[in-house]
C-alpha cells in the first residue's frame, strides 16, 4: 500500500485527545418523564455513573477518526504495473494503423503507467514509431513530468499508415549516443516489419525493455484480390492464429448504408482468405467501400475507385457467335468478365434495360431494321463497338466511298474486300502495332512485341483519317478507328473479335482496350502512368474520410494497386472525380506476421489503474458517525426521527464541496472558446487599426442581424499563429507587401482545411485602371504587383467573377452588388464544380476596400465616409460582410436558392 498524503497521517495523534474528551464529558442527560411512584421506588437505587461514556462509544468514536484520518491520507493499492521502475523512464508507442483496433485498451494501460510516475514524482519521454505527418519526422520528446505527458498521451490517435521502426532506431541510437539512459516502456502492436531485429537492439541499449501487449488480437487487413470475377473482389489478411476466426464482410454505400452483409472465415494457420461477394447488378456499382465489422481503423476499410465498377456492357448475339472455344463472343466474354457486367443476347432483349456500350461482333448488324435501332441508341448516348469479318466485307455495309456513320454504323470508309497475308493487298509478314497516339484512349497501355495482324480490313484513305485512327499498324494502316454520331460514339476494329485474323485477343493487351473503351464510355478517364493525381480525401486513424493532412502529397497513377500508403501518400481517394484512384493501406505487399517480443512482456489487459481506497475508508468513518449520531438521539428520547432527519441532511450537504466554474487555462486562446474573425498584421500601424475596427464593427452587426455571435477579431501573422480557429482571415494590401515560404505553407494549409482568405487591396492601382464609367475605385499605387508577390506561393484555384447566381450573393442577403468603401470594381472567387471543402471558395479578391465601410471607432461612429452613395452603401457593404461571415460558416447550405426562380415559375405553370 502506499499513501499519496502521508502527512495527513498525522491526524492520528489527535486520537488519544479524542479518547480524553470522549472519557471526560458525559453523555447528554436522557429525557425521562416524571412518574411519581417510579420515583419513589428508585429512591433507593444507587446514584448513576455518569462521568464516562460506555467503552464500545468510545471505541466506535475513535475508529470512526482514525479512518477519515487514514482515508484523507489516499491510500492507494499498486496493481498492474510490472516493470516499471522507480526512476525516468522512456515510453515507446507504436501508433500505426495496426494499433488502431486496440487504442483506447493501450490508452487506459498508458494512463495507469502515468499514475505511477506521477505518485513517485519521476517524469518520462515519449516516443511514437509512427510520424504524425509528412512534415513531422520521427522524434523524441524531452522529458516531461506524467501530469504534462498526460496531456500529449489522451489526444493521440492512431495513423494511417503503419509504423517506421527504422527511423525509430536511429532515433534511439542517437539518444544512447547523448548518454540517456533508462528503463523502457514498450506498447507494441503486435506486427512484425524488416526493422524489428535493430529496433530491439537499439532498444535495448537504452535500458532494460518492458513490452506491453495484447495477446490474440486480431490485425486484419482488406487487400486487393488475388484474383476475382467482379470489382467488389476483395482478400483478406491477417495475421496466422492456431485457430479460425469469422468476420462479417459489409458492403457500404457512399452515404453509410448497408447494402449486404458476408460471413468471411479464416481457417486455422491461414494468412489470408479471397472473398468474392455475390450482389445484383442493380446494386453492385452503388457499392462505395467495404469494411470489416469489428475491425477498428483503416485496416478494415477497402475503398473502391471507378476501376471496380462494373458497367452494364451488351453482347450482341447469334447462333454461329456462341460456338464453344471459336465463336466470335468467347474471346470477349473472357476478357469482359472479370470487370463487366455483361449481357448476351437478341438487339431487343438488350435495348430493354440501360447499357454503356454494345459490343456487334461481325455479322450481327447486317438488317437495316437493327442498325436503325442501334443508331438512334447511339445518338443518345451509347457507345457501339464493331468487329471487322468476312460477313462485314460481303454484307454491303459499306454502299460507296463516302458513306456516313449514321448510314453503315461505320466510323470511317471501308475498302471493298480485306487485306490478306501473301493477298494482292498484302504484306510479306504479319504487321506489328505501332506506338498510339497521344490522344488515344489506349495511349497508356503497353504493347507486347508478340502482338501480331495477319488480316484487316482497310478504311478508304482521307484526309481526316488520321483524326479517326485510335491504333494503327507499323505500315501505318488503321487497326482502330472511332467516329462521333450524335451524343455517342461508334468504334471499330479493323479485325475479327477471334484469332483468326490477328492474336490480339488472345494477348493482355485486347483486355486493356476494351475496358479502356467501357471505362471511357462511362465518362471515366484513364490517367498516363506518370499523371500525377492529387490527394481528394483520405483515411483518418479511425478509417473515416476526412481532408488530407499537412504534407499529403500526389502520387502517381501507375503506382496504386501496388503502393503501401505514407505519411506522404496517406491512404484514401486521389484525382479529380473521373479519374480518381483509391490507395489502401492493404495495398503494399508485405505479409502480416505476428511481432517477437523485445524483452520482457506483459498483458496489457493487465495494465489498470492502481486501486485508491481513501475514498472507501472516508465513506465508512462517516457511516460510524452516522451509527454513533443515531444511537446517540434514539437515547434521548422518543423524538428522534425528527432530529435525525435533520442531520441526515446537514450530513448530505456537507460531503459537496462548493459548485465553481473550471477556471480557463491561462494557454488556451479565446479563439477557441468564441467565434472570431482575424486580419493579417501587415505592420502598418494605420491600416492595421482599420482592420480591427472593421471586423469589429462587422462582427457587431452579424451579432444583431444574426444568430451567430461573434467575438473580437484577433490580428495574426499567419506564419507564427494557429490560423485553424478563424472561419475568415482578412488580409489588406499594401504596396510594400511580400510573402515567404512559411507564410504561404500556412495560408495554403488554412485555406486547404476550409478557411476563407479575404484579400483587399483597397482599392485600384492606377498603372492597371481600367475604369468602367460609374465606377468609384481609391487610389491604391503598387498593390497590383504586391498582390501578384502575395499570392505567388498560395494555391489559389482559377477564379471567377462573382455574380448574383453565386451563393455568396444569397447566403444571408440577397445582392446584386458588393461594395465597399469603393464601388464597381468586380469581386472574384473560386470557379464553380470544384467539390474540394464542398465546392466553398478558398479566397475573395476585391478593391472595394471594405475595412473602411464596416469600421467604426471607440466612439461608435462611422470615420469614413463610402462614395459615391454615402450611408446606403455602407448598409450594403455590411450586408455583404454578413454573407461573407455566414458564408464561411455554413459553407453551401443555400445553393439551392439558385433554384428558386425556376421552381416559382414551375409552381405559376
Request: net charge negative; proline share 9%; glycine share 10%.
Amino acid at each position: 500500500m502506499m499513501l499519496l498524503a502521508p502527512w495527513m497521517l498525522l491526524g492520528l495523534l489527535a486520537l488519544p485527545v479524542v479518547w480524553w474528551l470522549l472519557h471526560a464529558l458525559p453523555p447528554a442527560p436522557r429525557v425521562q418523564s416524571f412518574p411519581p411512584m417510579a420515583l419513589l421506588r428508585a429512591l433507593n437505587a444507587p446514584p448513576p455513573d455518569a462521568t464516562s461514556a460506555p467503552l464500545w462509544r468510545l471505541l466506535l468514536r475513535c475508529a470512526a477518526v482514525g479512518l477519515l484520518v487514514l482515508g484523507l491520507a489516499q491510500p492507494i493499492f499498486p496493481r498492474g504495473q510490472a516493470g516499471v521502475a522507480d526512476t525516468d523512464c522512456l515510453i515507446v508507442v507504436d501508433n500505426g494503423w495496426a494499433a488502431a483496433g486496440t487504442w483506447p485498451q493501450r490508452i487506459h494501460a498508458l494512463d495507469g503507467l502515468l499514475d505511477h510516475l506521477s505518485r513517485t514524482g519521476h517524469g518520462a519521454r515519449l516516443l511514437l514509431t509512427a510520424r504524425s505527418d509528412a512534415l513531422d519526422p520521427v522524434n523524441v520528446q524531452s522529458t516531461q513530468q506524467a501530469q504534462v505527458l498526460r496531456g500529449m498521451i489522451d489526444p493521440l490517435l492512431p495513423r494511417a499508415w503503419p509504423v517506421d521502426r527504422a527511423a525509430a532506431t536511429r532515433v534511439l541510437a542517437q539518444l544512447a549516443q547523448q548518454g540517456w539512459h533508462g528503463p523502457v516502456i514498450y506498447v507494441a502492436d503486435g506486427l512484425a516489419t524488416p526493422a524489428d531485429a535493430a529496433f530491439g537492439t537499439a532498444l535495448a541499449h537504452i535500458g532494460p525493455v518492458h513490452e506491453m501487449y495484447l495477446p490474440g488480437s486480431d490485425i486484419a487487413l482488406l487487400a486487393p484480390p488475388g484474383s476475382g470475377e467482379n470489382g467488389l473482389a476483395t482478400r483478406l489478411r491477417a495475421v496466422p492464429r492456431a485457430h479460425a476466426r469469422t468476420w462479417q464482410l459489409r458492403l457500404e454505400t457512399g452515404t453509410g448504408g448497408t447494402l449486404a452483409l458476408v460471413p468471411v472465415t479464416l481457417p486455422a494457420g491461414s494468412d489470408h482468405v479471397d472473398i468474392t461477394p455475390a450482389l445484383p447488378a442493380e446494386l453492385r456499382n452503388k457499392v462505395d467501400h467495404l469494411s470489416l465489422d469489428g475491425v477498428n481503423g483503416p485496416g478494415g476499410v477497402r475503398l473502391l475507385d471507378e476501376r471496380e465498377r462494373q458497367r452494364p456492357v451488351g453482347l450482341i448475339s447469334s447462333t454461329s457467335s456462341d460456338t464453344p472455344l471459336m465463336g466470335s463472343l468467347f474471346y470477349l466474354r473472357r476478357a469482359l468478365q472479370p470487370t463487366a457486367e455483361l449481357r448476351e443476347g437478341d438487339l431487343d432483349t438488350l435495348l430493354a434495360r440501360p447499357l454503356s456500350v454494345i459490343i456487334a461482333p461481325d455479322g450481327t448488324l447486317g438488317s437495316p431494321d437493327s442498325r436503325r435501332k442501334v443508331e438512334a441508341w447511339v445518338r443518345g448516348g451509347g457507345t457501339l463497338i464493331r468487329f471487322a469479318g468476312p460477313l462485314l466485307v460481303q454484307g454491303g455495309d459499306n454502299p460507296g466511298p463516302d458513306p456516313k456513320p449514321a448510314d453503315t454504323l461505320l466510323p470511317v470508309p471501308l475498302m471493298g474486300g480485306e487485306r490478306v497475308l501473301g493477298g494482292a493487298m498484302s504484306w510479306s509478314r504479319p504487321e506489328h502495332l505501332a506506338p498510339f497516339p497521344a490522344t488515344s484512349p489506349f495511349h497508356d497501355l503497353d504493347i507486347p512485341a508478340d502482338v501480331t495482324v495477319s488480316r484487316q480490313v482497310l478504311a478508304h484513305p482521307s484526309t481526316d483519317l488520321d483524326s479517326h485512327s485510335w491504333a494503327r499498324l507499323t505500315d501505318g494502316t488503321p487497326l482502330v478507328t472511332h467516329a462521333a454520331l450524335g451524343a455517342g460514339q461508334v468504334v471499330l476494329f479493323h479485325v475479327t473479335s477471334t484469332a483468326e485474323w490477328s492474336n490480339l485477343p488472345l494477348s493482355g493487351l485486347f483486355v486493356g482496350m476494351l475496358q479502356h473503351l467501357i471505362d471511357a464510355a462511362s465518362g471515366i478517364e484513364t490517367p498516363a502512368g506518370t499523371t500525377l493525381l492529387a490527394p481528394y480525401m483520405t483515411l483518418d486513424g479511425d478509417g473515416a474520410l476526412v481532408t488530407p493532412p499537412a504534407g499529403a502529397q500526389a502520387l502517381r497513377a501507375d503506382a496504386f494497386g501496388h503502393t503501401a500508403p505514407t505519411p506522404e501518400h496517406p491512404p484514401g481517394l486521389y484525382g479529380p472525380r473521373n479519374s480518381r484512384r483509391a490507395l489502401n493501406p492493404g495495398d503494399g505487399p508485405a505479409p502480416l506476421l505476428a511481432q517477437d517480443t523485445i524483452g520482457t512482456a506483459s498483458d496489457l489487459r493487465g495494465q489498470v489503474p492502481d486501486l485508491a481506497i481513501g475514498p472507501l475508508l472516508m465513506l465508512l468513518a462517516a457511516g460510524l458517525l452516522i451509527v454513533d449520531g443515531a444511537i446517540s438521539v434514539m437515547q434521548r428520547g422518543r423524538r428522534w426521527g425528527r432530529r435525525a432527519t435533520v442531520g441526515m441532511l446537514a450530513l448530505a450537504c456537507m460531503a459537496h464541496g462548493p459548485a465553481h466554474a473550471a477556471d480557463i487555462p491561462p494557454d488556451v486562446p479565446r479563439a477557441a472558446l468564441e467565434t472570431r474573425l482575424a486580419y493579417v498584421v501587415t505592420g502598418h500601424a494605420d491600416i492595421d487599426d482599420v482592420s480591427k475596427e472593421g471586423l469589429q464593427g462587422l462582427s457587431d452587426y452579424v451579432n444583431a442581424r444574426t444568430s451567430a455571435v461573434l467575438g473580437h477579431p484577433d490580428g495574426v501573422v499567419p506564419e507564427r499563429d494557429d490560423l485553424s480557429y478563424y472561419p475568415l482571415i482578412y488580409w489588406p494590401v499594401t504596396a510594400d507587401a511580400t510573402t515567404t515560404p512559411a507564410r504561404a505553407a500556412a495560408l495554403n494549409t488554412y485555406m486547404r482545411h476550409g478557411g476563407i482568405l479575404m484579400i483587399d487591396t483597397q482599392g485600384q492601382d492606377p498603372a492597371t485602371a481600367t475604369d468602367s464609367p460609374g465606377s468609384y475605385t481609391g487610389s491604391a499605387p503598387g498593390t497590383a504587383a504586391a498582390l501578384r508577390r502575395m499570392t505567388a506561393g498560395l494555391d489559389i484555384p482559377p477564379l471567377a467573377r462573382l455574380d448574383n447566381h453565386h451563393v455568396l450573393s444569397h447566403t444571408f442577403y440577397l445582392l446584386h452588388d458588393f461594395p465597399g468603401r469603393y464601388d464597381g470594381m468586380p469581386v472574384w472567387v473560386a470557379q464553380e464544380g470544384d467539390s474540394t471543402n464542398d465546392g466553398v471558395s478558398p479566397v475573395i479578391i476585391g478593391s472595394n476596400d471594405w475595412a473602411h465601410a464596416w469600421a467604426v471607432d471607440d466612439s461608435g461612429n462611422t470615420p469614413y465616409a463610402p462614395v459615391p452613395d454615402g450611408a446606403d452603401q455602407r448598409v450594403l457593404a455590411y450586408r455583404f460582410g454578413v454573407n461573407a461571415v455566414i458564408y464561411a460558416l455554413t459553407g453551401n447550405y443555400k445553393a439551392d436558392q439558385v433554384h428558386v426562380p425556376a421552381l416559382l415559375k414551375r409552381l405559376g405553370e
